[in-house]
């Protein structure tokens, strides 16, 4: 009798998902402004891209060069960033997404090189202070998703395991950094009854729950061309909406 296959994504596919949902934001954010189905959308990337890059961590060959890659692509990233968020080269008050992932691997390794000492008063220490550190340093430098965008990679970190509680605890931290942290804008729902509810519509982003939950550790289809496709995507596409709306809006 043969196996049934269950639903599940690959690394691949994640990364698919991402991107798309990643532009359909960033359209709205740049040329397309004010179809609000946009970044409800796009809400789901961010979560994704955070669980992908602790994934990264933990099967990259060679940390030095994935860490050197996000360096690459993040400076690549700054002046495409800036023309599509802020109209201009220089955009101070906002940095890009690719300096809340590098900061976040950089917290990894801080927690991996306590944990590797085995002993459990520092690995409590370090990841007490990892939380500390991304929330000042997101904060003050301003990178994407400002102190949010580090604790939600640790989030991913901190509940790695393919365990119910780890799941648990993805959808409370995620709850809070959402709705607590980011809040913004929420739309009335009302029901039937005549009851209301608020929405928010940043709450979207554990939808991504769903592809990350039915992940099994597949990685896919993969390439070299795919793997520096998935780097330049982000650099690329800002640059082009960039571009549009300096130039013909």
């Known amino acids: 009798m043969e196996n049934k296959r269950m639903i599940e994504t690959t690394s ?11 532009l359909c ?8 402004p004010g179809n ?8 789901i990337a961010f979560p994704i891209f955070a669980f992908m890059t602790v994934e990264g961590y933990f099967h990259t ?31 101070p008050i906002h940095q890009n997404v690719l300096w809340t992932f590098l900061l976040s691997i950089g917290l990894i390794h801080w927690n991996e090189k306590a944990k590797a000492k085995q002993k459990r008063l520092p690995r409590i ?53 959402n709705t607590a942290l980011l809040g913004g804008f929420c739309y009335e729902i009302v029901l039937w009854t005549g009851r209301s509810y608020l929405l928010h519509r940043q709450a979207l982003a554990l939808l991504a729950l769903i592809p990350i939950w039915l992940y099994r550790g597949r990685q896919g289809h993969h390439s070299k061309a795919f793997q520096y496709i998935c780097y330049a995507f982000y650099p690329a596409h800002l640059l082009i909406l960039g571009l549009i709306k300096v130039l013909w809006l």
């Open 12 to 22: 691949f596919s994640l990364h698919v998902m991402a991107m798309v949902f990643m």
């Open 61 to 91: 060959k060679n940390l030095k060069k994935y860490a050197l890659r996000l360096l690459l692509f993040a400076l690549l990233s700054e002046l495409p960033f800036n023309l599509a968020f802020g109209g201009s080269l220089i955009y």
């Open 25 to 32: 934001d960033h359209l709205w954010a740049t040329v397309i």
């Open 36 to 43: 609000d189905w946009l970044t409800c959308i796009g809400r």
């Open 125 to 177: 220490l370090v990841g007490c202070a990892s939380v500390i550190v991304g929330y000042i340093v997101g904060l003050f430098t301003m990178i994407d998703y400002f102190y949010a965008g580090a604790l939600t990679v640790l989030v991913f970190y901190f509940f790695r395991k393919r365990a119910w509680w780890s799941c648990i605890g993805q959808l409370v931290c995620l709850w809070y950094i």
